[in-house]
């Protein structure tokens, strides 16, 4: 490095401290190890991570960062569901800025609770406990949501959820910054709630809630994709219900995967599901989940509130290597999960740095002290893995429940398979159990580093109506090696079929993930193409 460009580095750096203070600017590789890895996979360098506390103060990151020709990585919890929160790896260009979102978490409810403003730090977890007096949800109420991921990472990665009638994170209302063409940085306020002209006043007065009920407009744009619940039910379709890059919810923050910065989002909330009601299905035989699926989806008067499919190979690993995950949630609550996360990041990052400890020493000593707890796992669930390949959890809420006894009680008189209503404690295990897996599959990995390869979070969607839901995978043992991993939401198809490389890339699945993916980034805010 030359003598000038260093002093230009510093001098940059000297800027984005004046903007947000000292105690809000990292700059050593062992301060921004955990903000520059993610928490499955990617990581890479950063010149530096930076904490802006006020939305003006991100405006300024970006307008520094822009004129100093440097990449953008838009980051708030870090979950690494998707990865695209963090560096991947170290051959950029230029220097890389992380831009931590975690302290702008500022959440505003609008018309009794319909819909809110989401800052870019504001989470599922927390939306979700604003949003319960009102007796309402926000798009996701499990599964992200424990880990506390982004309300906005969500919208900017089309995140799916695991909830039949809501569909994927979307919206049409959202404020932004965005690189224009002739390399100008400009706010733009599509949110719908009148705030002035400049950027400082739009983000000032938004901040401090200083609107009136008049200035908020409701008129044709979206705040939730709310012909999902139509799309879902058109089993015959070509194309799958849901997918990434789907053209019909790309707009501007919706998928925008780190192409723009997102200051806040409008979005609806939904009335809380009520009178909800487990099934546990079991089968040997996969065109049962597939006539199953067809038929609830296109001739039931209520479409389910969820459906999760799971393999006995996959309920064996979410047993052993899930089974802390479990325990914490069912005794301490969703509550603590967010704040256990950012714990235990803090105490890897560290310990990584010892060179006498092993690698993944948190995770190596919580799955020893799960062997010392008792089984967990109510008797019927266990029951129906020693007859079941498969698995499916079924969700139905008021006369669903009803609907949905009528047919599997008809059903199951003649076909391959079986199920029981489950009692309250036994649906929240069941779906827990799910839930669990997805963490279950990266414990395994770091415990049996040394036996498998990389890990690799695909999450397989059916093709079209014309191919079985689930697809029969290798019978599982109970100490897999090199272990194939198979769960899935069950009504949601996602892939296009007969896509492949960077098309099947471009259309592959995403949960609830940060803002952003980093190469994205790189030819979006960052300024290049």
Partial sequence: MTQSASSEKQAFISQLKNIVGGPQLLTD??????????????????????????????????????????????????????????????????????????????????????????????????????????????????????????????????????LVKRGPAYTEMALYAQLGADGQLRLVNHLGIRLGDTPEEILTRL???????????YGELRASDNEYAERVRDVDADTPSRFNADQRRLYEASGCAG??????????????ETQEQVFYIGTNDTAVLTELRRHMLSQFENLPVAGEYMHRDIFDIAETYGKDTFLMIDKLGTDQM?????????????????????????????????????????????????????????????????????????????????????????????????????????????????KVGGYSGAGHRAAPQRQPMVRNAAAGNRQPTGAQTVLRPFYVSRVPSGLRGEERRRHAPTETADVGNPRSAWRGISGRA
């Fill in 259 to 272: 192409k723009l910065a997102v200051f806040a989002v409008r979005l609806d909330t939904f009335e809380k």
């Fill in 207 to 217: 901040e401090q809630g200083d609107y009136r009920p008049q200035d908020v407009e």
């Fill in 29 to 162: 590789a062992r301060s921004t190890e955990r903000y520059r890895k993610g928490f499955r996979s990617g990581v890479g360098n950063a010149l530096a991570v930076v904490f802006p506390t006020r939305l003006l103060q991100l405006w300024q990151i970006l307008q520094a960062c822009v004129a100093a020709d440097k990449i953008v990585i838009m980051q708030a919890a870090n979950t690494g569901l998707t990865e695209g929160s963090t560096p991947s790896g170290n051959d950029y260009d230029r220097d890389v800025v992380i831009v931590s979102t975690l302290r702008l978490d500022h959440v505003q409810v609008l018309d009794n609770g319909k819909q809110v403003v989401g800052f870019p730090g504001s989470t599922l977890n927390q939306l979700e406990k604003l949003l319960k007096p009102y007796g309402r949800e926000p798009h996701s109420v499990i599964g992200s949501s424990c880990i506390g991921a982004s309300v906005i990472g969500g919208v900017c990665n089309n995140s799916g959820g695991s």
């Fill in 338 to 450: 967010p704040r256990f996360f950012t714990l235990k990041g803090r105490v890897d990052a560290t310990f990584n740095k010892l060179p006498l400890l092993p690698h993944n020493l948190t995770d190596r000593l919580m799955q020893g002290l799960s062997h010392l707890a008792p089984s967990h796992l109510p008797k019927r669930m266990k029951a129906y893995r020693e007859r079941f390949e498969h698995h499916l959890l079924l969700k139905m809420s008021g006369t669903g429940t009803e609907e949905a006894y009528a047919y599997l009680k008809h059903y199951f008189a003649s076909a391959d398979g079986d199920f029981f209503v489950c009692t309250a404690d036994e649906g929240k295990k069941a779906f827990l159990h799910r839930f669990a897996a997805a963490g279950a599959a990266v414990r395994y990995h770091a415990v049996h580093a040394d």
